[in-house]
């Protein structure tokens, strides 16, 4: 074979090899995207140091998760990079909680109020102008004050076992809670609930309800109970068990906002959970006009075992809701 020869059978079969890859395109491994970063920052509010977790463009539309009972920012640890390659998501701990500042029950009147209040300021601090919330058990209390005093501000809620009808605590679990709103200064009434600040409670939440608990880490309600372990957690969690009562009262002035402003609403309940059980989500209906409304197979902390389908139904949603600022 001759040189030009050779030449051309090699040009031949360069042609054929780079016509074989382009026609297997689709089947050659592309690199994975970088999942967003999650930073884990603090920010003194009043004195505190509030510690949050934030990720997503500065400028991209807000999300302000906010926790529940007895957890932290640390129950949207896997919801977070989720929803950060289109969102600006930040999750705070509210004072006694997580990785913000304990403050001693007589420098800091552990209430709704005062946790809204702190709240608010940290939204300030952070100058969010707007931002959708997410609201789950404590988060609803909180995040309702907010939503009545600021209603311009709100893009959007997503609502997962957050009450804000009688409706939603007329079970079992709440009787003992009542009796203690009727008797504020009983010591037996306010030792019966010391139960929930145990082990094997924080463990129940995280697990009642759920279909596969195989799903469910159990570095969630270990990392609660670490915190709620510290001296003194304890009594800061009944006073704020005695002030929950101060919610029930709200509620029609949270149903009249929800009538007036009309926010688009994500219900992303778990049926099974014993704490807030359904009955609590179908009277949204009444109020709202833009409603979502899904009824998940989970319990409490429905994030833990429906975390994939929760991210994918905010996604939807706050794309048709919540995309501008």
Do not use: C
């Amino acid at each position: 074979m001759t040189h030009s020869t050779k030449f051309a059978a090699a040009l031949v079969l360069a042609a054929a090899v780079l016509f074989t890859l382009g026609s297997n395109r689709v089947a050659v491994a592309q690199p994975a995207a970088d999942p967003p970063k999650v930073y884990h920052k603090t920010v003194q509010v009043g004195g505190l140091d509030i510690f949050y977790r934030e990720a997503g463009p500065k400028d991209a539309p807000a999300i302000l998760l906010l926790h529940g009972f007895p957890t932290s920012s640390q129950m949207f640890r896997n919801l977070i990079p989720k929803l950060a390659d289109k969102y600006r998501v930040i999750a705070p701990d509210y004072p006694g909680y997580g990785h913000s500042s304990m403050p001693d029950r007589d420098k800091f009147a552990y209430t709704f109020d005062n946790l809204a209040k702190v709240i608010d300021e940290f939204t300030e601090k952070l100058e969010l102008k707007s931002y959708a919330l997410y609201v789950q058990d404590y988060g609803a209390p909180v995040g309702y004050r907010l939503a009545v005093k600021h209603p311009e501000r709100i893009t959007a809620i997503v609502v997962q076992n957050g009450n804000a009808y009688d409706e939603g605590l007329d079970n079992d679990f709440w009787k003992p809670i009542k009796a203690y709103w009727k008797e504020p200064t009983s010591k037996e009434k306010r030792d019966a609930l010391r139960f929930v600040v145990k082990y094997d409670a924080t463990k129940w939440q995280y697990t009642h309800g759920v279909k596969n608990p195989e799903l469910v880490s159990p570095d969630g309600a270990a990392n609660d109970q670490f915190l709620l372990d510290r001296k003194g957690n304890d009594e800061i969690q009944m006073d704020l068990m005695l002030d929950y009562g101060s919610n029930p009262p709200l509620y029609p002035k949270w149903q009249e906002y929800f009538r007036t402003h009309q926010p688009p609403v994500l219900i992303a309940w778990g049926k099974n959970d014993k704490i807030f059980p359904a009955e609590g989500a179908e009277p949204y209906k009444r109020d709202l006009k833009t409603l979502h409304y899904h009824l998940l197979d989970a319990g409490h902390f429905a994030l833990e075992s429906n975390g994939d389908e929760i991210a994918g139904l905010m996604r939807d949603f706050l794309g048709k809701h919540a995309a501008k600022k």
